[in-house]
């Protein structure tokens, strides 16, 4: 049975990881830091909770994950655990910086001295590209522009991902892993922060819904197909790092549009407000994923389309609040 070691578990892209290797029969840790009363919502919502081992850890603590590795040198480490939001990272620069990028070293170093065979997957970031607009698009050959202190963390991440695999001959690689949204991603992102108040909307306990810029555009996909290229990546004979996108974007306004129509709300101009709070120091316009390499190396391809996305956010959300107002009759 092989072993997988998830940090990041009670995210987003940690639970549908987890699932993924469940069903390949990986035995499963998923790092959490010591919480009073940690929140397993997401891992609940795939009914996987009680199927992962719980190990102590923290990005910021060195000691603990050359603890970790040193006791479980597992087969396969994937490193989700991060600060992700980005509006975030401006007011959190240093937290950002010691997580996203401190933590990654740490970790490698502890996989060069106790576990040199553990495979290593890093969660890198499209947002890393920020200005580079590579002919409308971006693949492994586009220079990085980034535009916020949680891209800047990234992109350190990155390098010194590069720099162990070619210095130390781990294996080690970078997912350049462009926008992937779910029913769990957190309610701080626009796309769960549109799904769940179009949904507060439905059912009468919001009237306005505040958003920043939008005209931003993104390559938006589902989250559990992005697990699979992940577990991809640490299967091939070389290690290597692979852009993984579907090739299309779509502005937030027509997320917010296509939300609405799902939901059955005519005229969602009439619930939208602008708020300047949420527009960011500086912007990055467009992002775009030229994935052929994922395609041709791993033989991945995105599932779910745009339009499934948001309906299926749009449903979940519409449940959850269905079943908390059945619960209060």
Known sequence: MKTALITGILGQDGPYLAKF???KNYKVYGMIRRYSNPNFENLDYLKITDKIEYVDGDMNDDSSLINLIKNLRPDEVYNLAAQSFVGSSWEMAKLTTEVNSLGVLYLLNAIKFFSPMTKFYQASTS??????NHNGSQDETTPFHPRSPYAISKVYAYWMTVNFRESF????????????????????????KITDGVAKIK???????????LDAKRDWGFAGDYVE??????????????????GENHSVREFVELAFKYAGIPNWKKYVVIDPRFKRPAEVHALRAKWDKAKKVLGWQPKVKFEELVKMMVEADLKRYKQQLDLQK
Do not use: W
């Open 169 to 192: 001959g781990i294996f080690a690689c970078n997912g350049i892993l462009f926008n992937h949204e779910s029913p769990i991603r957190g309610l701080q992102f626009v796309t769960r």
């Open 229 to 246: 290229a992940m577990y991809l990546m640490l299967q091939q004979d070389k290690a290597d790092d692979y852009v993984v996108g579907t």
């Open 21 to 23: 290797l469940l069903e």
């Open 203 to 213: 059912y009468g306990l919001a009237n306005k819904l505040a958003l920043g810029n």
């Open 127 to 132: 947002e890393m590209f920020g200005l580079s």
